[in-house]
Nanobody, 125 residues
Framework: QVQLVESGGGLVQAGGSLRLSCAAS????????MGWFRQAPGKEREFVAA??????????NYADSVKGRFTISRDNAKNTVYLQMNSLKPEDTAVYYC????????????????WGQGTQVTVSS
C-alpha cells in the first residue's frame, strides 16, 4: 500500500512554469512505477507522463502533447516524484493526479493501482 500526496499546483500565465511534487508514504517509490495524469472539466482523465521503477533514474514516457515541455523525475531518497512543467499553455489547465503502480508505467489510467487526491493547475492566457 502506498499513499500519495500532490503539491505545487496553482495559477500561472501562459508560457510560465510550475513544478508539481508527489510525496509517497508507506512504500519506497523506487519499487513503483510513478505517473502523472490530468483531468480537465468535462473531459476524461488523460496520461501526461510516467517513469519506470528503478533504484537510479528510470525510463520515461510522455504524452505527445507535453513532450519537450514537461519532465518527470524521481528522488528516491526523498520518496518523491516531480513533474516540471515549462512553456505552459491554457490547454494544460486541469487537475493533475499522481499515480503509482507495481507493474509497468502504462499510459492507460485503468492499469494504475494507487492515486493521490490531485492538485489544480490553471494556466491563464
Amino acid at each position: 500500500q502506498v499513499q500519495l500526496v500532490e503539491s505545487g499546483g496553482g495559477l500561472v500565465q501562459a508560457g510560465g512554469s510550475l513544478r508539481l511534487s508527489c510525496a509517497a508514504s508507506g512504500r519506497t517509490v523506487s519499487s513503483y512505477a510513478m505517473g502523472w495524469f490530468r483531468q480537465a472539466p468535462g473531459k476524461e482523465r488523460e496520461f501526461v507522463a510516467a517513469i519506470s521503477w528503478s533504484v537510479i533514474g528510470g525510463s520515461t514516457n510522455y504524452a505527445d502533447s507535453v513532450k519537450g515541455r514537461f519532465t518527470i523525475s524521481r528522488d528516491n531518497a526523498k520518496n518523491t516524484v516531480y513533474l516540471q512543467m515549462n512553456s505552459l499553455k491554457p490547454e494544460d489547465t486541469a487537475v493533475y493526479y499522481c499515480a503509482a503502480n507495481r507493474g509497468g508505467y502504462y499510459s492507460d489510467s485503468r492499469r494504475w493501482a494507487y492515486w493521490g487526491q490531485g492538485t489544480q493547475v490553471t494556466v491563464s492566457s
